[in-house]
């Protein structure tokens, strides 16, 4: 019963070193996404996968990779972090596309760039 | 561009009290329209998926509405209780967009006192 797990919670960083957020669903879902949260802007997408083999960009995807390892993977890279980049990550799923779509989120990855 | 607006920031009630959530959004054309609970430190858990061709979905004590051609959406929640307490997210699927690609308001924090 995990749904969507996010790894890791928390993280600190250099500016300019890297690292990658990994997240898994359990529930055989088709698509996947990538979420950062900020203090007054609400979610914004970065990266989505809509099926295995897919990935395309959302709204903010500047300075970040994304690898759709398999149907229950979907990672999310900072090749080289910024503080711009101090953020709350969330990883989502969702079974498909079409109109009826419940998101699934994991717990969020909080992410600070110093 | 297509945005999501909730008003108020921020609200506060007694315990029992009836209450309504606002969402507005900037284009009729959408797909679904989704309302999601934020707790403190956690992740996103989806409350109510309203498709477009809907007027209204109901769980419990949340009733979610829909008027696409005023731009609306309300959240009501009868009998409120200190366990109501979080952050209510709306989100929208524009047509624009795939029906996946979710654009969320900022929320409104909402505080249910003893």
């Known amino acids: 019963n995990a749904g969507v797990t996010q790894t890791p919670k928390f993280q600190v960083l250099k500016t300019g070193q890297s690292m990658t957020l990994q997240c898994a669903q359990d529930m055989n879902h088709n698509s996947m996404y990538w979420y950062r949260q900020d203090p007054g802007m609400g979610l914004r997408l970065i990266y989505y996968s809509a099926s295995e083999g897919t990935t395309d960009k959302g709204e903010v995807p500047n300075g970040y990779n994304v690898s759709r390892l398999n149907k229950r993977e979907f990672s999310l890279r900072l090749e080289s972090a910024a503080p711009s980049q101090t953020s709350v990550y969330f990883c989502a799923s969702s079974r498909g596309e079409s109109g009826a779509n419940v998101l699934t989120f994991g717990a969020g990855s909080r992410l600070t760039v110093l | 561009k297509q945005e999501v607006t909730q008003i108020p920031a921020a609200l506060s009630v007694p315990e029992g009290e009836n209450l309504v959530l606002n969402c507005s959004f900037t284009?009729?054309?959408?797909?679904?329209l989704q309302w999601f609970r934020q707790d403190p430190g956690k992740g996103l858990t989806s409350l109510l998926l309203i498709q477009s061709s809907q007027r209204e979905q109901t769980s419990g004590r949340l009733n979610a509405s829909l008027d696409k051609s005023s731009g609306r959406s309300t959240l009501y929640i009868a009998a409120s209780q200190p366990g109501d307490s979080a952050t209510y997210l709306c989100?929208?699927?524009?047509?624009?967009?795939?029906?996946?690609?979710?654009?969320f308001g900022t929320g409104t924090r909402l505080q249910v006192t003893l």
């Open positions: 284009d009729s054309a959408i797909y679904n």
């Open positions: 989100a929208v699927a524009f047509q624009t967009g795939t029906a996946s690609k979710l654009t």
